[in-house]
């Protein structure tokens, strides 16, 4: 990269307006970019402040409710439920000729979303880890200089792809395919094995189920996690790889002592995956089933968090059915802070040990 | 100079917009339920033809999205296949009417590929299949409704919309009134907790499931199974007679709705469960929401397009409603429907005749 | 022994290698596989009346995705007049004014947990903030002796759109920029330092510049972001059959500009696609795939032309 610093002092003429000029104290260019800037971290902090505050606020009554309640309990029925009184007789009762009902309040619960969120973000990390690792194995060590722009490239486009994009792949193709190919001969197969029992299903497969949704936010997991531990993986010092060579390290044996050397980054990287994965949305919505109930099988109908948000925000018209839902959102909120505070700990305090290192 | 030539054609750019202000059109805003949508799309672009003028929106949202909607003043009509409870009612904040605009039946799809022949259900035994109480296709409550057909030994899987939802409320209201068992442990809502099987997300995203999925039953809206060719279910009616849902069926279902339509408040009326031999059971009116007061459209000229619109939609509208494969409101209910416009105000005054 | 345990290492080595090369081409064959299924199934809908046409209201030969497209351009760019400048500002803060002070790393930080926000949440955010509260005003101003449509006259409207929009932009934008402005040698600063230039000056006439190609891919990458967010424009454009701003003559009628469309709800191509895509009509959905196939090809030429304004300005 070459710069040609004249042209670029040259045009200190066009400046023009007194406004910018040096030594005005009040006004100088200085001063406006200074503020300008400053402005506009602070408007970062405020989008964060506002997005908890609204948030929290929303949840509010909820909170007061249900308490601890609401992360532990498993029961969510958002609407009151209508059933007729029965009187001591057990008959439902009758008045002008029409049943008499009584009105059951809503209940709600965020237990089978944080379960769902959990699970399917694990699927997604176990078949995600191994792949990413090695793809950016491949970057850094096996392909050859030509080659890493192109595939870098097309990792990186495979995370350009729109979520809806997702959702209707995975709709159409994916689950379709679990159904008839993959889960019968698991469900055979693990019916008999003790101990297997979460890849078993007791009614027939329907593919549209946490299996799947874990598989899906896999693949859209993939580019983030590969590309982090790609550029990971490059920083680790030529040093390392090479006097593990020197010793007669094999191939994977130096390999495993960078990935090992990089640890901690590689689970920042790890981490980032898992913050994108608990928060997708549209995708997940389309093949995780939407069922608002813990089942030990991975090929059950489950919900997550994100997913309950889009399926029942639009249409929340009870006031406390729209304060759990945004009590839901800002534990999603929390839970990716959490996340990200975790990965920056990690990445950042390896940064600080390796600069205390040289 | 470059500012002097941009403050010009800024200039320039806020007279071209002060010019497009100017021109008069009236906007109007609907959303609301997803049944209505494709007719109610015709609708407004028919509408339209006539009247340039007005330019009117709808988008489907769902009932529930309707309702919060219309409470919230962030639409100026609501479509909803419930109607609204008193508790929403009374949230709204101001006396709300119901304009019934069509009617349709909810029916029960299911993905039995080697099933010949049509399978015929009654109300209880649709009732114990989503209570889980029914669990095989060859179960001999099944069996005995549909004598010759050869149904299959395999699994039922129940599939039910996850969202809030009009069909979920017309098709648990339908069922509470064939099962007490199932009143007493599931009962009726825009949205319930189902002990067994599968949800998706809309009448569409149970379609998916149930064209997915072998041996699933879904409850949807009659045009969706029609439109994706998935067979549905003949339902026994409270006359004991075994009825497809058509648009025949269902205004037949709904012509035992007039009587209950006492007041020009009151066109929220119930017609599931109907008697009458070609009444099919799971039918049911889908409504524009107003408030009564129609200040709240902030000008005169909205509220009177919007009662125009509806007024054009109840009467001429109601042909395309059977093009549509919607069942068309009848003679008597288009009467009733135009006395509630009628009492539709601005200002405390009456909007319709007052020209 | 010790020959028999090198044999072990030396076939584990060549099976991890084998292995390597073997998932990377997975994840390459799964780019295909997607891309693929959804070009195939989008290559039979779309004909020129998809660019052309407004929706006709007939559920059977529903017209074009005209408004659409128009509409996500329009809250594309209004969202990047709004959230690029911020984000471009705020990263240059941490790159030059402060990199390491008690603000700059809280503001990083919330950079990246805003970055992993769900949309779906911004929606909502977006719902509470600029849709809900304002349905109780007209949005009217009354200036220079006529009214002017400021704001939404109530509910959902495209400013909220953009807005959101814009929300999931800013850190992108913020934390491209700054990573792209550190990679610039602290020596180009200290000569324009030396020569007398003020810090503003140097920032703006020698930092930037000198940083241009990859600040563009930052603003490109979240474009390509934004373009194809369905979720957060759900609560808050909502939606519309209109084309945006502007009305075709018609029926002996002149065409006219209405310029403020954004104060009602607004049209998106992910939005029109989640709507179509539910439909029970073939003719609806078959657009929907159409519209994904066009989301996409948008999407894969802004990542296209971000690799070629960067080329060779990247270490990979």
Known sequence: MSLDLSTSMASETDFGPSLMRRGNRLFSADRVMRILTFGSALCILLMLGALLFVLFSSALPSIREFGMGFLTSSEWRPNELYIPVKGSDGKVQLEDGEVVMQTIRPAFGALPVIYGT?????????????ISFAASLFLTRIAPRWMVPPVSFLIELLAAIPSIAYGIWALFVLAPLLQNHVEPPFNKLFAVIPGLGFLHFDGSPSGRDMFCGGLVLAVMILPIITAMSRDVLRAVPRAQVEGAVALGATWWQSAAEMLKFSRSGLFGAVMLGLARASGETMAVAMVI????????????PAQTMSSLLANEFAEATGEAHRSALAEVALVLLLMSLLFNVVARYLVVGKNARSAAAH | ???????????????????GVSMAETRLQ????????????????????????????????????????????????AGSDAPMNKKEMAGAGASIVHIPTCAGAVVLAYSLPDLRGDLKLSGPIVAEIYQGKITKWNDAKIAA??????????????????????????????????SEDYAGSIGAGKQVKWPVGQGGKGNDGVTAVVQGTKGSIGYIEVNYANANKIPFALLQNKSGKFVKASSDTVSAAGEGALDQMKAPEHLSVNIWNQAGD????????????????????KEQSKAKALVDFLKWATTEGQRTAGELDYAPLSDGVQKKAAEALHGLTWDGKPLMGAE | ?????????????????????????LIIAMLVWVSGYLVSIGWKAISLEFFTQLPSGDPNAPGGMLHALAGTFALVIMASLLGIPIGMLAGVYLAEYDTDSKLATPVRFVCDVLTGVPSIVVGILGYELLVAPLSYWDGHLHL?????????????????????LAFIMVPIVARTTEEMLRLVPDSYRQASIALGASKARTILQVVIPSATGSVVTGVMLAIARVAGETAPLLFTALGSRFLPFFSAPSAGRPGYIHPSDLSYPFPSLTVQIYDYARGPYRAQNELAWAGVLVLIALIFVLNLAIRFATRGKRAD
């Open chain 1, 118 to 130: 959990a699970v399917s973000s694990i699927i997604a990390l176990v078949v995600a880890i191994p």
């Open chain 1, 289 to 300: 089933g939407n069922n608002m109930q813990i089942k030990s099988s991975l090929f059950a």
């Open chain 2, 1 to 19: 100079m470059k500012l002097t030539r941009l403050m010009k054609s800024l200039a320039g750019l806020a007279i071209a917009l002060g010019a």
């Open chain 2, 30 to 77: 609907g959303a609301g339920a997803t049944f209505p949508n494709p007719l109610y799309q015709k609708w407004v672009t028919d509408y339209q033809k006539s009247h340039p003028d007005v330019k009117i929106d709808y988008q489907s949202i769902g009932s529930g999205g309707g309702i919060k909607g219309i409470t919230e003043k962030t639409v100026d009509f």
């Open chain 2, 145 to 178: 409704l549909n004598e010759g057909v050869a149904l299959p030994d395999i699994g039922i899987t129940p599939v039910w919309r996850t969202d809030g939802s009009g069909t979920t409320f017309v098709f648990t209201n339908y069922l509470i009134t064939q």
């Open chain 2, 278 to 297: 070609n009444a099919y059971p799971i039918s049911a009116f889908t409504y524009i929401i107003v408030y009564k007061e129609l200040n709240y459209l």
């Open chain 3, 1 to 25: 022994m010790k020959l028999n345990h090198d044999a072990i290492a030396r076939h584990t080595s060549q099976v991890m290698y084998g292995l390597c090369i073997a998932l990377t081409v």
């Open chain 3, 144 to 164: 220079f002796s006529r009214d002017w449509q400021i704001l939404p006259n109530g509910g959902y409207n495209g400013w909220a759109g953009a807005l959101a």
